[in-house]
């Protein structure tokens, strides 16, 4: 199916969601300029990855359309794996995979993050990797709940755009309840400076989880 949803989260943000139900060349007919994106596109991936590829690009324009109908741009990835327009530097990209699903953010500036993730055991096997002894001790035996602290950790570090931070480490989380949606409190603990960011959650789908952040400039260090 096309766009499934668009959430406006400020006065130059927007929200994407978008079920994968398409072929590559479906998607492809639906980003502009398609012998670009056709050059750009990765190789040696499988069709699951091509078409998460794809879609997360024709969810970039359609949001770009839905921000700014003028604007033409080709979306390109810099040297830290962040997308971004080339044609507008000003605007904030995130974009997020996970089985059928992708989100997407699309701001006119500031900084943004999103992150989508279908609930496994697999982040709950991963978990002491990954959380912090305090954090370990909140999640308990909830699967849905080890998943949303990886999708968190990785909303913050998308924000933060830089490769390198640790996550058990660099990248905390204030302990919280479960809910089908709500704000988490997180933590980027870097070399030179700490700070403080806000982290919505919901549940897009029953077995998925959604994460998002989106700050107009960068919050001041302490």
């Known amino acids: 199916m096309p766009l499934h949803s668009v959430t406006p989260l400020s006065d130059h943000a927007l929200l994407g969601l978008w079920q994968l139900t398409e072929q590559p060349a479906e998607l492809l ?11 750009l596109q990765p190789t040696a991936r499988d069709e699951a990855r091509t078409l998460q590829w794809l879609g997360g690009r024709a969810l970039a324009h359609a949001l770009l359309a839905e921000v ?12 830290n794996g962040r997308p971004y327009f080339e044609q507008l530097p000003d605007y ?13 953010i699309v701001a006119t500036h500031g900084r943004v993050g999103t992150d989508i993730e279908l609930i496994r055991t697999k982040a709950q096997m991963l978990a002491p990797r990954f959380l912090s002894k305090d954090e370990l001790a909140n999640t308990g035996d909830d699967v849905a709940k080890h998943s949303l602290y990886w999708s968190a950790k990785e909303t913050l570090y998308k924000l933060h755009s830089r490769r390198g931070l ?8 204030n302990p919280f309840e ?36 989106v700050e107009d400039a960068r919050p001041p260090s302490f």
């Open 29 to 39: 007919n639906q980003v502009p300029r398609p012998e670009i994106y056709s050059q």
């Open 68 to 79: 700014n109908p003028q604007a033409r741009a080709v979306l390109r990835n810099d040297e």
């Open 166 to 173: 640790v996550f058990k480490e660099q990248i905390r989380l």
């Open 178 to 213: 479960l809910r089908e949606a709500g704000v988490l409190t997180g933590h980027l603990l870097l070399e030179n400076s700490r700070s403080q960011h806000q982290i919505h959650y919901q549940r897009p789908a029953p077995d998925y989880v959604l994460t998002y952040c």
């Open 92 to 104: 904030a990209v995130s974009l997020s995979h996970s089985g059928q699903w992708l989100a997407g």
